[in-house]
Every structure is written in structure tokens, then in C-alpha cells.
């Protein structure tokens, strides 16, 4: 979305994709690794404590370097797992346009909620990213998520190549209504969403 007027994005700021430089694929991707770390390995109090120390030298490396929301290039690279932001899984767009957006990739260790199966938590969480990419390549205004409903069919495992799809089912005023369903492999289909994203107001963000 590049207009700018407030009839068009509300009081949402102009964010724009960027190619960030590859090094930041490669820290994010380090970033996840040391999530998926952190839930599978039991290290003695000692070694938490040297890991712990080099995780906090690494804050103090990057926090003179903070920029205001917009400009970090996190969030923002489609061309990245998760778009370069480590608070989404690493998922890939394959496909965008007013049809619909499709996506592929995968869950780890990290978003494990018992007996290696992905948290119900996490499953709406990538939902979500997906309803807004599905307004977005479908030129519809800046949105935001008025409700998200997932029905949860089957388990969802970890470390197994996914798939999910997203379309408009309708169009009511400023009411985008989104479907979408995630699906294994094997075709198996683990949830199911459907939900409701609403154009922003000139005044509202």
C-alpha cells in the first residue's frame, strides 16, 4: 500500500517493504535458532549464566542503534522468513495478488505447546499475519483485524513443510471478510480461519 491521504490509511503510518541487507536474514535467523534453544536444552546454572551474559552483550551491541517504529528493517522484507521479525514463524510468501495470498513454511521447537505439537496460540498469530497480506495485495485500504476465528481440525506438527491460503470471501463497506486453512504435506488440513478485517476511519490507527 504506498497512498498516504488519510481517507486511504486512517491514522496508520505509511509502511513501506524494504530489501534489508542479508545480514539481517541471517541474525534473525540465529534469533530463532537460540529460541528453539532456549525450550530444548538444559544446561547447568553455570552455562545459563555465561549464555545469559553474552545475549546481554548483545543487547548493549544494538541498543544505541534503536530507530523509531518504521525505519528498523525487521517486519519488513518479504523476502524474509517471517519478513526478518523473529515474532513470526519462518514463513514465506509464495504467491500474492487479489485472488488471494498463499504462504508456505514451517514451525520449530519454539512454538511446540506439548507432545511436539504447535501451540494453539501460534496458529492465529501467523492467521493474522495472513488476513492482512490478503487485504493488502487485494488493494483494499489499511485494516485492522476486527475478529479472527480458527477452527483447529487436526494437529499441527513441528518441522514439516506447510502450506496456508487466504482469499476474500466478501466485501461489505469498510467489512473485508478473509477465509483461510493451512494444509500438511500429505494434504491434511490442521485449522481453518475465517475473519473480519475493517478499514481504517481518517482519525483512527
Avoid at 77 to 98: E, R, V
Avoid at 100 to 121: P, Q
Wanted: hydrophobic share 40%; proline share 9%; aromatic share 6%.
Amino acid at each position: 500500500m504506498t497512498g498516504t491521504v488519510p481517507e486511504i490509511r486512517g491514522g496508520f503510518p505509511e509502511l513501506k517493504p524494504v530489501d534489508a541487507p542479508p545480514e539481517l536474514g541471517r541474525f534473525v535467523a540465529a534469533m530463532r535458532r537460540l529460541q528453539d534453544l532456549t525450550v530444548s536444552t538444559n544446561p547447568d546454572a553455570a552455562l545459563w549464566a555465561r549464555a545469559a551474559e553474552h545475549v546481554e552483550n548483545l543487547c548493549t551491541l544494538l541498543e544505541d542503534h534503536q530507530v523509531p517504529e518504521g525505519l528498523a528493517p525487521a517486519g519488513r522484507d518479504i523476502n524474509l522468513p517471517g519478513l526478518g521479525h523473529p515474532l513470526l514463524p519462518p514463513w514465506t510468501i509464495t504467491d500474492s495478488g487479489p485472488d488471494g495470498v498463499a504462504m508456505a513454511g514451517h514451525f520449530t521447537r519454539y512454538h511446540v505447546g506439548g507432545n511436539n505439537a504447535v501451540h494453539g496460540g501460534v496458529i492465529p498469530l501467523l492467521y493474522d499475519w495472513l488476513l492482512g497480506m490478503v487485504v493488502s495485495a487485494a488493494g483494499r485500504p489499511i485494516s485492522r483485524t476486527a475478529y479472527l476465528h480458527v477452527d483447529y481440525r487436526n494437529v499441527t506438527p513441528i518441522e514439516q513443510p506447510l502450506t496456508a491460503c487466504g482469499r476474500i470471501a466478501g466485501i461489505e463497506g469498510r467489512k473485508a471478510f478473509v477465509s483461510a486453512t493451512m494444509t500438511t504435506a500429505d494434504g491434511t488440513l490442521p485449522s481453518e480461519a475465517h475473519g473480519l478485517m475493517v478499514r481504517l476511519l481518517p482519525h483512527q490507527s
